[in-house]
């Protein structure tokens, strides 16, 4: 039997040792207690001798709140060059192989895209002269910054404030070499940003040389030309190398202002900027005044080329199709467009026109149109008002919202949902969670039908056919397979066209209900032809066949719809004299945007007018300024030409009495467009007389033949 005295002699051990180790601790962590304040007593001793007082301390204030801004600073400006730095991971100096010349719908060339069409010439092959020229215009102290020249973009700010308007540029050539080669010319502070960092970012990468090089081989010239050797064969017929004083002045005024000054267009308004480049050679110190006299003196002829202005903006669109369908190896091309450039005139007319005559009233700058015929060729291409002021194209690279005129997809949806014309709907308030839209008067406007609400743009009743009926999913798959191509957001608000979408987008989508509810059929490319002629493309056997997205009697009651827009609608200002016209109006949140988007038989046009920079218009909507801007494109494109109907409208839809104001309205608006246009467009037959005279011939060529009598028959009748 164990002895009870061992256990217990165990757990004295035990005890034992817990005590010495309870005691070590103790002592331990006192001793690290007592060093640590001696420690920290000697220390403060010894840091008040650095102790400051007075001014210093003041100054030590200033600069520790300082590197602390600093720091917080970096961490912004770091945030902030992230995007713009990814856009260079590419081969960005890279343009691409491409050498493509364009045709028009006729043959005709219309312009030329890809490498550059002439080979580059070493700035140390360029005369003095060129270099100086064009520095003393855009930057004279190229070679003393690095990428954001400060004193320049002062001294510009100074003289501009000065003269109360812009009459100097402060960005230097890094900066707009960054912007031609990586960003657009769209008008925002994000976009200034990434300009800044990536003109710092050239500017460590690439000797002032190279940066010059680059800037001279890729700026836009006008006439279709791009680079500084291109712009010197196309003007004067001759190589830079070989240019006089006066041809160089007149080349480098080009740069800022190239469709403006283009000499092939305005002479004497080429002229005079080269006179300004003259004078600034000799403030600049570059020259002196007897050194240009003779270039005063005697301004610079240039090769007639006539007025014919390039598409640019089409053909940008066009490069980038080509790209897409041209087969590997085949780079150097001929491509058959469908382009029709008394369309694109009459676009771009139209365009400036109401610009001109109602944009300081709206508040608006710039318009955007797309006109597509019905079997799917873009006729036209308005990008912006001036190509040479900004390349940025804002029909087809131009992110906006829509507002209404989004809602046709939605409607569309409906109706493959069982929805009808006449199906009757609470136009009353609705809310969503938290989202309560209202309609544009701000009123309920009770329970309508579906023709009533989309004619008169009621925006509850759309909202309560997603929310009850339709979800977000099926009404984005819809406008998808129609043809939009931008990214659109799965957000319940998106039913009232706060998605971005592009003009392209919208007159692809709509050109659905006016091609019997098939997609696929857009094209820019007919023909791609090698230089020997063999056809390496063609668009009716190489392109995949259109297909149908709209069932026949959702496409009926879509266009049933849509035609009541301009006639008893917010469209009213479309209507088009004996043509039913289809469509619908939109206008955003702050009249941002404003849209038109409709239809004809036989053509599909979608017309945007806003401002760059995302500045409120005055109240204008899609009704007013843009209908007007389509109501005039759409008289001159239909005249002379077989008038279609819309797919499911073989006569106008409503009832005799409102036909007959809606024809009395659509003629008084045609005279006026008529009035308006009669003193810039050449006078031409009206579809009226030129089907009558159509059917006239028809008749005669549906007459029986007469036995002709012989010639003493004739004169023994007489």
Do not use: C
């Not at 140390?124 to 990428?147: N, Q, S, W």
């Not at 949140?589 to 038109?596: G, I, L, P």
């Amino acid at each position: 039997m164990a002895s009870p005295s061992k256990p217990r002699k165990r757990r004295g051990r035990i005890a034992s040792a817990a005590l010495a180790v309870d005691a070590w601790l103790d002592s331990s962590l006192y001793e690290i207690g007592f060093k640590a304040r001696q420690f920290w007593e000697a220390a403060t001793i010894f840091s008040r001798r650095f102790r400051l007082h007075g001014w210093r301390r003041a100054i030590i204030e200033v600069l520790s709140e300082g590197f602390t801004m600093g720091a917080g600073g970096f961490v912004v400006l770091l945030a902030l060059a992230m995007p713009a730095f990814e856009i260079t991971a590419g081969d960005w100096r890279n343009q691409g192989d491409f050498a493509v010349t364009f045709l028009d719908r006729y043959g005709n060339e219309i312009g030329q895209r890809g490498i550059i069409q002439r080979d580059s010439v070493p700035v140390d092959e360029m005369p003095d002269i060129v270099i100086k020229a064009v520095l003393a215009t855009e930057d004279r102290r190229f070679f003393d910054h690095y990428g954001i020249d400060v004193l320049g973009l002062s001294r510009a700010i100074f003289e501009n404030v000065r003269a109360n308007s812009v009459v100097q540029g402060g960005s230097s050539i890094t900066q707009q070499l960054a912007k031609n080669l990586f960003l657009s010319n769209e008008r925002t502070l994000e976009r200034k940003i990434k300009e800044a960092f990536l003109s710092l970012w050239l500017e460590a990468n690439l000797s002032k040389k190279e940066i010059l090089q680059l800037y001279l081989d890729r700026a836009y010239m006008g006439g279709g030309t791009f680079g500084i050797e291109a712009a010197a064969d196309f003007y004067f017929g001759k190589s830079v190398k070989d240019l006089n004083l006066a041809e160089a002045a007149m080349l480098a005024g080009l740069f800022k202002a190239p469709t403006k000054y283009a000499p092939h267009i305005n002479l004497p308004a080429a002229r005079a900027r080269a006179n300004v480049v003259l004078s600034n050679l000799v403030d600049s110190g570059f020259m002196t005044e007897g050194q240009v006299l003779q270039a005063r003196l005697h301004p610079a002829d240039v090769v007639d080329r006539g007025e014919k202005q390039s598409p640019d903006y089409f053909l940008d669109w066009a490069f980038d199709e080509v790209k897409k369908i041209a087969k590997p190896g085949q780079h150097s091309l001929v491509a058959h467009t469908t382009f029709d450039a008394n369309i694109q005139k009459a676009a771009e007319e139209s365009v400036e026109f109401h610009l001109r005559q109602f944009g300081k009233e709206y508040n608006v700058t710039e318009g955007a149109v797309v006109v597509i015929e019905t079997n799917g060729a873009v006729r036209a291409i308005v990008g912006g008002r001036d190509y040479g002021a900004s390349q940025f194209n804002r029909a087809t690279k131009a992110l906006r919202q829509t507002g209404s005129s989004f809602k046709p997809y939605v409607y569309a949806t409906a109706m493959e949902h069982g929805f009808t014309p006449d199906s009757v709907v609470s136009g009353g308030a609705v809310s969503w969670g938290n989202w309560s839209p209202h309609n544009y008067s701000g009123g309920s406007a009770g329970n309508v039908t579906l023709l009533t609400a989309i004619a008169k743009s009621i925006n509850t009743v759309p909202v309560r056919l997603a929310k009850d009926h339709l979800g977000i999913a099926p009404i984005k798959a819809m406008a998808e397979s129609m043809g939009v191509e931008s990214p659109l957001e799965s957000h319940k608000t998106m039913v009232l066209g706060t998605s971005l979408m592009t003009v392209m987008d919208q007159a692809t989508g709509y050109s659905v209900f006016a091609q019997n509810g098939f997609v696929g059929s857009r094209h820019g490319i007919t023909q791609l032809v090698t230089r020997t002629g063999e056809v390496v493309y063609d668009w009716t056997k190489d392109a995949p066949a259109p297909h149908r997205v709209l069932s026949e009697k959702a496409l009926k009651y879509m266009n049933t719809m849509l035609a009541a827009v301009p006639v008893i609608g917010t469209a009213r200002r479309a209507q088009l004299p004996n043509i039913v016209v289809a469509g619908k109006t939109g206008t955003t949140q702050s009249y941002r945007d404003a849209w038109f988007v409709g239809f004809t038989g036989n053509y599909t046009a979608a017309v945007w007018l806003g401002n760059d920079d995302f500045t409120p218009t005055n109240k204008m909507t899609g009704g007013s300024l843009p209908a007007m801007v389509w109501q005039r494109l759409m008289v001159y494109a239909h005249q002379n030409i077989d008038l279609k109907p819309i797919p499911g409208i073989d006569h106008p839809w409503v009832d005799p009495e409102v036909a007959a104001k809606a024809e009395e309205a659509a003629k008084k608006a045609a005279t006026d467009a008529e009035a308006q246009a009669e003193a810039e467009r050449p006078p031409v037959l009206s579809s009226r007389t030129t089907q009558t005279l159509r059917d006239m011939t028809k008749v005669f060529q549906s007459a029986p033949v007469l036995d002709a009598p012989t010639l003493p028959e004739t004169l023994s009748a007489l």
